[in-house]
């Protein structure tokens, strides 16, 4: 720390109780300054030889009295004791601390050059702008100070100059820093401590961010103003600023780090989170950073105008996001665990965008400035895809989530192409499986989210035996299992009945509705114990003809285009008779269940079974005119 030593003569400042100052000397004291509660018993020569103001107070005062009041001297008797020892020439010892109360107080006692030659004021302010401002602790000290003397910090301008210094050192090129600074956000590994030092006999990489904790310290007022000046130099990218900004925000709101606010001044919390909220740089922020202050403001009930301007931040880099960060805890009073309309206007900001990039190249590039090439790329989409698809899962977990609300965050990123859907089945999984009141209309509607030729075959495995899945589902799922199957040995696809097709993606359930309705409503239902036993037997039986053909390519690679053909049309042959195989057996289970209706309920019992099998021979007939 940096000192001054003004004065020669010794100290003959004396303290009678706690109120009173005098000075030892031979010569009787002949005038008593009031300052606040503590009397100075002093000598008026060289009080009044330095200060123009006590020359105007005396000057003024009855002369029948030798008592003066100063009440309102910035700095308070501890300030005017500094001045008075100057006066009388006693040594005193600025320093960081006091440096400032006794520049504001020799502006109020008015001690200039125009007084008296190498005066208080003069003297102050070269050590001032000599040392002090010169050194990066020691500005910070001293700015930390100005704000118990305001306005005369203000007015004497060291608060702005303190301001610039400190602004000026934190834009400074890194290899020009040459002083101490704290850095415990990221250890250095050639440092034990906590001081580094990058001077000749220590020398080391100074990290870009190298001077964000020091400020830490600083008041909300002073620390915006601050970064208001780094932020105007533009030196400084803003990656960087918001990393103060975050060491900040993890500094004074304690519990922010784990994404809570515990305890403190709500008022003041609610201040200090909306303009760390308004000083945020356009640059790259980390998303976690901001998920984390998105929570806090709603804790603290921040204004919608700040809430709103995270939500667009936040939406322009939504890929950076994982699912833990989106878990924003809704409060108690709601139906909700969580605030799922919040994530859906993340979702909404970021669709949007990418909506608007696509019509408006300059705004995609303009985009591109601010953030990463990659930003609306196709690797990003599949991200936020996939993030969708956790975060689905994770709130599906809560009872009082609606459907309607899962339909519509999964339908936001339909369009954002991903390679596989086994993280949106899970999520249909979760949500079947903790709601299993749901109507069929809306399971119906969840699984059609989902697109059964993009599951692995370990999804596809699990979800023939799921018995949440609507039968159509499942056996969409087991079909193009068969197709993957075949195409993995050369194979085409197999030809299809019309009744299967019906109930593959886009397939046609027949022109007579009237014979198709109850056969509808049994493909939406979930399958029933029978019928998932035979549809694992199906995958059993897919599993091991896809291995034994395997098998049979490895024994038989010389065998030439001759037995490649054989292979085909046996592949083909066999699909079509696995696709029959796979409805006969769950059409069967169906009649025995007493599933579908006759086409005349008024038949003799003794014609049931032909009836039945006429029902079934015009509706397969009917789908499958349909399909051709």
């Not at 300052?35 to 005396?58: C, E, I, M, T």
């Not at 004791?81 to 006091?98: D, P, R, W």
């Not at 924003?328 to 009073?333: F, K, S």
């Not at 005349?600 to 007939?621: D, H, I, V, Y």
Request: neutral net charge; glycine residues 6%.
């Amino acid at each position: 720390m940096k000192f001054m030593k003004l004065g020669s003569k010794p100290d003959f400042f004396q303290t009678d109780g706690d109120n009173i100052r005098y000075v030892a000397t031979e010569l009787a004291t002949d005038i008593v300054v009031n300052v606040g509660d503590v009397k100075f018993y002093l000598h008026k020569f060289p009080l009044l030889s330095k200060s123009a103001r006590l020359q105007k107070l005396v000057a003024t005062t009855n002369e029948s009295s030798d008592e003066i009041h100063i009440h309102d001297i910035p700095g308070g008797p501890a300030a005017f004791e500094i001045c008075a020892k100057f006066c009388y020439g006693m040594m005193v010892t600025l320093n960081a601390y006091n440096v400032v109360a006794t520049r504001c107080a020799a502006e109020y006692l008015e001690m200039y050059e125009t007084v008296e030659k190498g005066n208080l004021v003069y003297k102050v302010e070269v050590f001032l702008n000599s040392s002090i401002f010169r050194s990066w602790k020691d500005s910070i000290i001293v700015l930390q100070t100005t704000r118990s003397l305001l306005p005369w910090s203000e007015e004497v301008k060291v608060v702005s100059h303190c301001l610039d210094s400190i602004a000026s050192k934190a834009s400074i090129d890194t290899s020009k820093v040459e002083w101490s600074y704290t850095y415990n956000l990221k250890k250095l590994p050639s440092s034990n401590g906590n001081e580094h030092w990058n001077g000749v006999g220590k020398q080391q990489v100074v990290p870009k961010d190298w001077w964000v904790e020091d400020l830490c310290g600083l008041q909300l007022d002073l620390y915006k103003r601050v970064i208001n000046i780094i932020k105007t130099k533009g030196k400084l990218s803003g990656d960087v600023i918001g990393e103060a900004l975050k060491a900040y925000s993890t500094r004074r709101l304690s519990g922010f780090s784990k994404g809570m606010i515990q305890g403190g001044d709500v008022i003041k919390n609610r201040s200090l989170v909306e303009t760390v909220i308004h000083l945020l740089p356009a640059g790259s922020v980390p998303c976690s950073f901001l998920l984390k202050l998105l929570k806090a403001a709603i804790l603290l009930e921040c204004g919608e105008m700040e809430k709103s301007e995270l939500i667009s931040k936040i939406g322009q880099q939504l890929d950076e996001a994982t699912v833990s960060d989106l878990l924003i805890q809704a409060p108690t009073e709601e139906a909700l665990m969580y605030e799922v309309d919040i994530v859906q206007n993340l979702i909404e900001e970021f669709v949007t965008l990418d909506r608007r990039a696509q019509t408006d190249p300059s705004m995609e590039a303009e985009f591109q400035e601010i953030r990463s090439p990659r930003f609306l790329s196709d690797t990003s989409k599949v991200k936020v895809a996939k993030l969708v698809d956790g975060y689905l899962t994770e709130v599906s977990r809560d009872p009082n989530l609606p459907a309607s609300k899962f339909v519509r965050l999964a339908e936001m990123v339909s369009n954002f192409s991903r390679p596989t859907h086994d993280g949106l089945y899970r999520a249909i999984d979760m949500y079947l499986k903790e709601h299993p009141g749901i109507s069929k209309s809306e399971r119906k509607r969840i699984c059609k989210l989902m697109d059964c030729r993009k599951l692995s075959t370990d999804a596809c495995m699990h979800a023939v035996q799921n018995e949440r899945l609507p039968l159509r589902v499942v056996v969409q799922v087991l079909f193009f299992e068969q197709i993957r199957a075949s195409a993995s040995g050369g194979n085409s696809t197999p030809d299809l009945q019309g009744s299967i097709r019906a109930l593959l993606p886009g397939g046609s359930h027949g022109s007579s509705r009237s014979t198709t309705t109850n056969t509808e409503e049994d493909w939406d239902a979930v399958p029933t114990a029978e019928e998932i036993k035979a549809l694992k037997g199906e995958l059993a039986t897919l599993r091991l003809g896809d291995a034994n053909r395997g098998v049979g390519n490895d024994r038989n690679t010389n065998h030439g285009a001759t037995n490649n053909s054989e292979k085909v049309a046996a592949s083909k042959m066999k699909g079509l008779l696995m696709s029959k195989k796979i409805f006969s057996k769950l059409w069967s289970s169906k009649e025995r269940n007493g599933e579908i209706s006759s086409s005349n309920t008024s038949e003799s019992p003794g014609s049931t079974s032909t009836n039945a099998e006429e029902t079934k021979s015009t509706r397969l007939r009917s789908r499958r005119h349909s399909v051709s």
